[in-house]
């Protein structure tokens, strides 16, 4: 691995850990397609679909733990809510990661891309008066929480991703959870969801170790930053955002699945 491509994987490890951290989600959304295009674009190398689903599952555990850390205070973490649907996705996530190494590059890239544009279509969901409930009374299906995330687990795990991505929509347009503590919680969240997606792609030999550790340094790095952003920007224009990276990505994916068909 030349240095060219050690520069490479450490700068989209540190955009997409920094717009994660911003908008709440593990990274895996932005840092799976970038990771397994830009590479192959600027000639520096290639990564199997593999390979980018365990890097992405370690990158996810790290860029986490540094976003929980920046909002572990100020009363956003929902603490119900992250036992509720922490405990299914871990399941979720470890099923998804452990079977993904019996999946051809082919359906690992669908599945990505299934999750990628139904998570579009729900960021673009009315999500009215949401924000307008004060923290300490928010309410929320305990079960409908919980059968969610454990589906959620289970894609995302195929994908090596944490599905802060899914979840943070169906936070906000299902369970009618404010926007600041969405963003919060899912962080907390995906971070249970990464343990159970990093043990199945670790068992089963798909982690690449020193793109891997590029990826965690650039990750503890610019998820704080993003956070503490992502505390200063108004929460509509978070969701904007985040809707357009999400559609982006699932466009791109689509298109180079089309492609090769």
Same mark, same amino acid.
């Given at each position: 691995?030349?240095?060219?491509?050690?520069?490479?994987?450490?700068?989209?490890?540190? #955009?997409?850990?920094?717009?994660?951290?911003?908008?709440?989600?593990?990274?895996?959304?932005?840092?799976?397609?970038?990771?397994?295009?830009?590479?192959?674009?600027?000639?520096?190398?290639?990564?199997?679909?593999?390979?980018?689903?365990?890097?992405?599952?370690?990158? #996810?555990?790290?860029?986490?733990?540094?976003? #929980?850390?920046?909002?572990?205070?100020?009363?956003?973490?929902?603490?119900?809510?992250?036992?509720?649907?922490?405990?299914?996705?871990?399941?979720?996530?470890?099923?998804?990661?452990?079977?993904?190494?019996?999946?051809?590059?082919?359906?690992?890239?669908?599945?990505?891309?299934?999750?990628?544009?139904?998570?579009?279509?729900?960021?673009?969901?009315?999500?009215?008066?949401?924000?307008?409930?004060?923290?300490?009374?928010?309410?929320?299906?305990?079960?409908?929480?919980?059968?969610?995330?454990?589906?959620?687990?289970?894609?995302?795990?195929?994908?090596?991703?944490?599905?802060?991505?899914?979840?943070?929509?169906?936070?906000?347009?299902?369970?009618?959870?404010?926007?600041?503590?969405?963003?919060?919680?899912?962080?907390?969240?995906?971070?249970?969801?990464?343990?159970?997606?990093?043990?199945?792609?670790?068992?089963?030999?798909?982690?690449?170790?020193?793109?891997?550790?590029?990826?965690?340094?650039?990750?503890?790095?610019?998820?704080?930053?993003?956070?503490?952003?992502?505390?200063?920007?108004?929460?509509?224009?978070?969701?904007?955002?985040?809707?357009?990276?999400?559609?982006?990505?699932?466009?791109?994916?689509?298109?180079?699945?089309?492609?090769?068909?």
């Amino acid at each position: 691995m030349d240095i060219s491509f050690m520069i490479t994987i450490f700068l989209i490890g540190f #955009v997409g850990s920094f717009i994660s951290g911003m908008l709440g989600i593990g990274g895996a959304i932005i840092n799976f397609p970038m990771l397994l295009y830009i590479p192959v674009m600027l000639g520096v190398g290639h990564f199997t679909a593999h390979e980018v689903s365990g890097i992405t599952a370690i990158q #996810v555990f790290f860029a986490t733990i540094g976003g #929980v850390l920046a909002y572990r205070k100020g009363g956003f973490l929902n603490k119900k809510l992250i036992t509720y649907m922490g405990i299914s996705i871990l399941l979720g996530s470890f099923i998804g990661g452990f079977s993904s190494t019996h999946m051809p590059e082919s359906v690992i890239n669908v599945v990505y891309g299934i999750l990628a544009l139904i998570a579009v279509i729900m960021m673009f969901v009315p999500k009215r008066g949401i924000d307008n409930i004060p923290l300490e009374q928010v309410e929320f299906n305990k079960w409908l929480a919980a059968i969610f995330a454990f589906i959620v687990g289970i894609g995302a795990g195929i994908v090596g991703a944490g599905g802060a991505f899914l979840l943070v929509p169906i936070m906000l347009t299902v369970l009618k959870i404010p926007t600041r503590m969405t963003i919060a919680s899912s962080l907390a969240i995906t971070l249970i969801s990464s343990i159970g997606a990093v043990t199945g792609k670790i068992s089963t030999g798909q982690v690449e170790i020193l793109p891997s550790l590029i990826m965690v340094v650039a990750s503890l790095i610019a998820s704080p930053i993003g956070a503490n952003a992502g505390k200063r920007i108004n929460t509509k224009v978070l969701q904007v955002i985040m809707g357009i990276i999400i559609l982006a990505a699932a466009v791109k994916t689509w298109m180079e699945i089309l492609k090769l068909n």
